[in-house]
């Protein structure tokens, strides 16, 4: 039986001998590839590192010696003493600093009082429980300055706003006679004006950064309310110093003027008239703006200006301790709100709460009428010429062209 030609021919046996080629080059290439080439001439083997001295070593506490929490004393061992029988276990250093004991720190005291210590001590402030200090005057002014204190703020506005709609304003019974009696000089009213003002700037910016993220950054997000109060803080802190220096002139000015007499007893014994139709005589002030001279603006003020400026750190030779620090903001805060809650009645009294007060801080006069219908005990004394009615020197008026020429 003849075989077909192809598979006779010698191209059909050079194809198989070409694969059978390429197969065994596949193969060696494969091996080459596991076993790395040796090189010609081999580097000496590379010497290994020492052993490194020193660093962190960790080690279980619950592995070396388990069993030293036996030993009576084991609660009074310091951090030297758990290092031998437990390294790693710093219970006791973190105990210490729980209960406020100040380590070592080379920074000197004089610009770092307290470097070594990082949780105060304990101590019990009043409507706090006795915890370390920041905590207890966190507990202070969260709890007890913060919703009490805007409770009055809101309580005094709102009993003002009902006297407002009740009363309406004081005054006005009786009918302009066009004379005018010096009340306020230049002087006087040049530091009311600077004091009231720094005042309001104080009182605007204490407001929004004690209470104004309950009522203000929900209105306006939060990024906003961080410029607002940043703004607020710095004005706060550069206006304190004007309120003091006004503060003091304001006191020395009107001292004289606010100081307790008999009729201040029967003024009080009346309420001043002013739940009936008319006012008990007094003298310049009577005795509501008298109690408001020293409850309202001297004391507190006072404690306010002395607080403030030891938070601003501008009293020399003070350390400026955490503790001090935390006592002075409560004392800022306190004396802040008393001065508010008086001086928004203040602030009634002479705008809208009583007819012609703003016009005598504004101009400096007010008309006779004015006078014997608010403090008539004062009208009298002018009228008698105890008190001159014009206590500054008048402003010359320049001569007209028809003046000159008669003359």
């Known amino acids: ?32 590839a596991q076993t790395p080439p040796v090189p ?25 010696a388990p069993d030293a929490s036996n030993d009576p004393d084991y609660a009074n061992q310091t951090n030297a003493q758990r290092k031998q029988v437990q390294p790693g276990n710093n219970a006791p250093m973190w105990r210490d600093v729980g209960k406020g004991v100040t380590g070592y720190s ?25 915890t370390n200090a920041g905590e207890a005057w966190r ?3 969260n709890n007890w300055l913060i919703p009490y204190g805007g409770a009055l703020l809101f309580i005094v506005l709102l009993a003002l706003a009902i006297f407002y709609m009740t009363k309406g304003p004081l005054g006005g019974h009786l009918k ?19 004091n009231a003002i720094a005042f309001v700037v104080l009182a605007i910016s204490g407001i929004v950064m004690a209470f104004g993220k309950f009522f203000i950054l929900p209105v306006i997000g939060s990024t906003l309310f961080g410029w607002l109060t940043f703004a607020l803080k710095n004005a706060h802190n550069f206006m304190g110093p004007l309120f003091a220096v006004s503060l003091l002139i304001v006191v020395l000015t009107f001292i004289k003027d606010n100081i307790a007499s008999a009729a201040d007893f029967v003024w009080l014994s009346k309420l001043g008239g002013m739940l009936g139709d008319k006012e008990v005589p007094s003298h310049r002030f009577n005795a509501g ?18 607080s403030g400026l030891f938070l601003d750190k ?6 400026y301790l955490r503790g001090d620090m935390q006592i002075a903001h409560m004392l800022h805060i306190v004396g802040a709100l008393i001065m508010m809650a008086l001086i928004m009645g203040h602030i009634y009294m002479g705008t809208v709460g009583m007819k012609g007060a703003y016009g005598a801080m504004r101009t400096g006069y007010v008309d006779e009428a004015w006078a014997k219908e608010h403090h008539e005990l004062w009208y009298d004394d002018v009228k008698a010429g105890k008190i001159p009615a014009q206590r500054s020197q008048p ?9 000159v020429a008669k003359a």
């Open 314 to 319: 501008l009293v020399p030779g003070m350390l």
């Open 106 to 130: 080379s920074l000197p005291v004089s610009q770092a009082p307290e470097a070594g210590n990082l949780i105060q001590p304990f101590v019990q402030y009043p409507g706090s429980r006795l």
């Open 139 to 141: 507990q202070v002014r």
């Open 1 to 32: 039986m003849n075989r077909h030609p192809i598979l006779n021919s010698a191209a059909w046996r050079g194809w198989g001998v070409a694969v059978l080629l390429v197969l065994a080059a596949s193969w060696v290439s494969a091996q080459t």
């Open 289 to 306: 703006e008298k109690g408001l001279f020293w409850w309202g603006v001297t004391i507190p003020g006072i404690v306010v200006v002395g």
């Open 40 to 64: 010609d001439d081999p580097a000496p083997p590379a010497q290994s590192a020492p052993a490194a001295v020193g660093g962190i070593k960790s080690a279980n506490i619950f592995e070396i």
């Open 395 to 403: 402003a010359r008026s320049v001569p007209t062209a028809d003046a």
């Open 176 to 194: 302009d006679t066009g004379r005018k009696i010096e009340r306020f000089t230049p002087f006087e009213r040049a530091a009311h004006w600077s």
